[in-house]
């Protein structure tokens, strides 16, 4: 391999004799045939397709000149050369070497492939041509992902190492030392906030007992360039108009171990609002855009406000047709009284309506049932309201893994927009047969074939085989979500349970109950739904007469141990929640009614309510709040007592973990559970993913749950509830929800059966 120097010389000889014409002095003369000299790895096919000079073409030079320029402009060869041999045109090339192989060693943090993608995006790579130029910016591009991760005194040795045919190896020995780490970071300048709440405030922080975990003890630019912005939001929504970051320090010792950051602020003085006007074009009377502001004069000053006072403004020019609305908060300061007044100018811009809207990735599921449940509709006014609502709609559907709508703007228009709703569909049928276990349960062997969106049409068909130790279920259900064109549904069910209660801690009971029954669910409003349904059910009940309560016998005296029922179901439900599968905002108020009715053997109701409500803070997107509240009544009527099989219960999951299932309220001698006809639950959970986990069908949660049953003629108090607090994990899995629970009692009374770690595996029905 020659000189490097020696290579570079004749470069800028070659590349000099190409800019100087009139030196490389070729005699003119018509090419009869071009001969390539010195390739080794490329063809000679690769010379011809680049040189400008043709066999039967005179050269001469300045052909010469451009054929010189060509070659070298294509970066496969280092030198250049042409020469005449009588009438044929000789091509001398030395070709710059191939990289065969590269290596690298001593990489810890990141994946050999992870590097490799680096060093390719500074431009080098297996086979491509070795140009010792790049290998600066590799070193650099290297040091780069390390020092992103904290490595800065990590260091790249790079060595080269020539091969045959005029190829090269390149290996990278690579030292990536200890993390530099962040070892003070000192605000200057703050009087009306400590130091530490400051510093709070921060994403950046110096080493703790969680860091090795989330590394914010690890300086990184961009994330001090957000807790910049973090503090001066934090001055601004306080009233400090006037604050300002004056200098930010970034030292590191030399052994390159520690960082040390310094901020300088000043603060200013805090500034109140004063008057509120509204300019512009204004088509949404003052009065109520005085309402969405929310904003008082007198007020401490705060941007977030101001900010969402212009987002509402906005949104609701949106929901108008007036996509393309400005609204721009001009400030009026007196900075001797520190008050700053606002001007809410207006521009509502042209008014848009959709032109078309067009369905995208929805290869099994109809058109129409996507359509049927967007809000948006064509040759309408666009709103923001009814594109994000439909949205939601088709999320809830559970047809789509992922759904996304776009609005482009038409081309050539100034108030037309295309609607694009873009679908990824998921699998909604499923043929599963496995087993499952729950505490309650035990071991259940489950079959099922459903399809949720069957042919494609939206509607749902299930039968379902579960065979457990306390329940037993045969079922076959057809739901048509869109009975009527006006989004009545109606379902059919057909079904067969048996319920055993001897591994229960309740007295216990065997009934087998068969029956049908036909429901509907009526749309009032785009949020609130009443269902109406009614159900025939013959039931056997088997007592052991020997351990049956007297209440259990009273009844099969009464009834016999054969009743048939005809139930009717109303209920009421409001839900705005914003998924079903995994909710993060929204109320759910659902009340429910069933009734024994004639000609039926038993004469009771049932009648609960459910509140749910759910909050995700836009600050801590990653963070659910969960409170949910029930509370259930049921009696007899018409001189006919309660069913004790129709009883409320308490305990375990999905109502207060930590006690057994079933075991909360009144017991027999025996200290079995009777159950009760009033039963209240409470629960309060914190929910955020698993760390570590991308699926969002895994979260991680902390609880307090509340809950108790009485018995009839039992007092309900306050200080019958049982309590308890823990964490748990929910995943919905392939073969159906997984829960488990690690809870501890910390109200309880004598005779409780704890149960601190509970859990539930496959679908119970």
């Not at 520690?258 to 074009?281: C, H, M, N, Q, W």
């Not at 759904?403 to 709703?421: F, L, M, R, W, Y």
Request: aromatic share 10%; glycine share 8%.
């Amino acid at each position: 391999m020659k000189n490097p120097r020696f290579h570079a010389s004749r470069l800028a000889v070659a590349c000099a004799l190409a800019a100087a014409v009139p030196a490389l002095a070729i005699q003119p003369f018509v090419v009869k045939d071009i001969r390539v000299e010195g390739v080794q790895r490329t063809e000679a096919g690769t010379v011809f397709s680049y040189l400008p000079v043709k066999v039967g073409e005179r050269i001469d030079d300045d052909k010469a000149a451009q054929s010189v320029k060509a070659l070298y402009a294509t970066g496969f060869y280092s030198d250049v050369r042409l020469e005449a041999d009588g009438d044929v045109l000789v091509v001398f090339v030395q070709e710059r070497p191939a990289i065969a192989a590269i290596e690298i060693e001593g990489a810890k943090e990141f994946t050999k492939d992870n590097l490799k993608d680096g060093l390719k995006q500074a431009g080098i790579s297996e086979s491509k041509i070795y140009d010792k130029s790049l290998l600066d910016r590799a070193e650099k591009e290297l040091k780069r992902q390390y020092t992103s991760r904290g490595f800065y005194s990590s260091t790249v040795k790079i060595t080269v190492t020539p091969l045959e045919r005029n190829r090269v190896s390149l290996r990278f020995d690579i030292e990536e030392g200890e993390i530099t780490r962040i070892a003070d970071i000192n605000i200057i300048g703050a009087k009306d906030f400590s130091e530490g709440q400051l510093l709070r405030q921060m994403q950046l922080t110096t080493p703790g007992w969680l860091t090795w975990i989330t590394k914010d003890d690890q300086y990184s630019k961009q994330k001090l360039t957000a807790d910049l912005e973090t503090l001066r939001s934090f001055y601004l929504n306080r009233g400090y108009l006037e604050f300002n970051i004056d200098s930010t320090q970034v030292s590191i010792t030399p052994d390159r171990e520690k960082i040390f950051i310094s901020i300088a602020v000043t603060e200013g003085p805090v500034y109140r609002l004063g008057e509120l006007k509204f300019g512009g074009d204004l088509i949404v009377p003052e009065r109520e855009l005085r309402e969405l502001t929310s904003l008082r004069a007198g007020d401490t000053f705060s941007r977030e406000r101001i900010i969402e006072s212009v987002k509402r403004i906005t949104d609701r020019l949106g929901n108008d047709g007036y996509s393309f609305a400005n609204v721009n908060p001009v400030p009026d300061l007196d900075r001797e009284k520190r008050v700053a007044s606002f001007t809410f100018f207006v521009d509502p811009g042209r008014r848009v309506y959709v032109r078309r809207v067009n369905v995208v990735g929805n290869s099994r599921t109809q058109d129409a049932v996507v359509r049927r449940e967007l809000r948006q509709l064509e040759s309408s006014w666009y709103s923001l309201e009814k594109i994000a609502r439909s949205k939601e709609r088709l999320q809830r559907l559970g047809y789509f893994s992922e759904v996304n709508i776009e609005t482009p703007p038409v081309a050539g228009t100034a108030d037309q927009v295309d609607v694009v709703v873009t679908v990824t569909e998921k699998n909604t049928g499923s043929l599963n047969f496995g087993v499952g276990y729950s505490q309650a349960d035990k071991l259940t062997v489950s079959a099922s074939v459903s399809q949720a969106n069957i042919f494609g049409s939206g509607n749902q068909l299930a039968f379902q085989v579960n065979n457990g130790s306390i329940n037993r279920v045969y079922s076959l259900s057809f739901v048509d979500p869109y009975w009527t064109i006006d989004g009545i549904a109606a379902g059919i069910d057909v079904f067969r349970r048996d319920v055993d209660t001897s591994s229960l801690v309740v007295s216990s009971y065997q009934t087998t109950s068969t029956g049908a029954g036909v429901s509907f669910a009526v749309p009032v409003t785009e949020y609130d739904t009443v269902r109406l349904g009614l159900t025939a059910e013959a039931t056997k009940l088997k007592l052991d007469e020997l351990t049956a309560p007297p209440r259990y016998i009273d009844f099969v005296n009464t009834f016999g141990e054969r009743t048939n029922t005809v139930r009717a179901n109303i209920g009421y439900a409001r839900d705005t929640r914003d998924s079903l599968t995994y909710p993060t905002r929204g109320w759910l108020t659902d009340l429910a009614l069933e009734v024994g009715v004639p000609p039926g053997d038993l004469k009771y109701y049932r009648a609960s309510i459910q509140q749910q409500f759910l909050w995700t803070p836009d600050r801590l997107g990653w963070l659910t709040l969960l409170v949910n509240g029930e509370f259930g009544y049921a009696d007899g009527y018409g001189g006919k007592a309660l069913a004790f099989f129709k009883n409320f219960y308490a305990g375990g999951v999905g109502s207060v973990r930590g006690f057994e299932s079933a075991s909360l309220g009144p017991r027999d001698l025996n200290g079995d559970v009777l159950g009760g006809n009033r039963r209240a639950v409470a629960n309060l959970e914190f929910l955020f993913p698993m760390p570590g986990i991308k699926d969002k069908g895994v979260r991680l949660s902390a609880f307090v749950d509340a809950g108790s049953v009485w018995g009839a003629g039992e007092k309900v108090s306050f200080s019958d509830l049982r309590a308890s607090t823990g964490v748990a994990v929910s995943w919905d899995s392939p073969v159906g929800p997984l829960k488990f629970s690690f809870a501890a009692p910390f109200k309880k009374q004598d005779g409780d059966k704890q149960e601190r770690f509970q859990f539930q595996l496959g679908r119970i029905f």
